[in-house]
């Protein structure tokens, strides 16, 4: 069962997807990610590179929706938490969660390892928040506290072990709590 720490953070977490917070995850939300980065970085409109982050940022939103088997093109944050109960928690194996995790880090490396040194830097760090119009206060502790090795870069392994104590952890003061803000 999630407890309520873990729906706070699930909560939490649509809610930064939800990037116009209308209540409904859409293909906008995901499109208008991949447009703030493709400014961000300075790319052309019509560069290969500007098309290719609009390709993922849009397939991550597809991806949702298969695997919360919805047929509509909006989720809700019911659907949202109950994808998360049903079928990364409750549907069975840790095997589904893992492979969640894991996929989740690597959206993040494919749209914020901007340099692709397969590495997030604070900055590029930073520009997630940005993007995600997350607040920086707690975005140096955040990132210390992913970068576990204290080399002054996110690895994918710390990237999956974050995000591991982020959906799964029931302590307040886990690292990785913070990677999408303060949900506290
Ligand atoms: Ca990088
Ligand atoms: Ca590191």
């Keep these: 069962m ?10 939490h977490f649509f809610n930064v997807l939800d990037i116009d917070r209308n209540g409904h ?40 929706l298969t695997d919360a088997d919805n ?16 079928q990364l928690f409750e549907g069975g194996n840790n095997g589904v969660l893992e492979y969640y995790i894991h996929r989740t880090s690597r959206h993040i490396f494919d749209l914020f390892d901007m340099n692709r040194d397969h590495f997030i830097s604070k900055d590029e760090y930073a520009n997630m ?11 140096d502790q955040s990132f210390e506290e992913l970068d576990s090795n204290k080399d ?14 982020f959906f799964k ?9 913070l990677i999408f803000g303060d949900w506290r």
Aim: hydrophobic residues 40%.
């Design 2 to 11: 999630l407890s309520e720490i873990q729906k706070r953070k699930i909560h």
């Design 152 to 165: 002054g870069m996110i690895s994918a392994d710390e990237m999956i072990n974050g995000l591991r104590n």
């Design 129 to 139: 928040l940005t993007i995600y119009k997350i607040s920086q206060e707690h975005a």
């Design 25 to 64: 995850l859409q293909p906008e939300d995901f499109v208008n990610v991949g447009k703030r980065i493709i400014e961000k970085v300075g790319l052309g409109q019509e560069s290969r590179a500007a098309k290719l982050i609009l390709i993922k940022s849009h397939r991550l939103f597809v991806q949702l």
């Design 71 to 86: 047929p509509e093109l909006s989720l809700t944050l019911w659907d949202w938490i109950e994808f998360f109960r049903d």
């Design 169 to 177: 952890s029931n302590d307040i003061n886990s690292p990785g709590n």
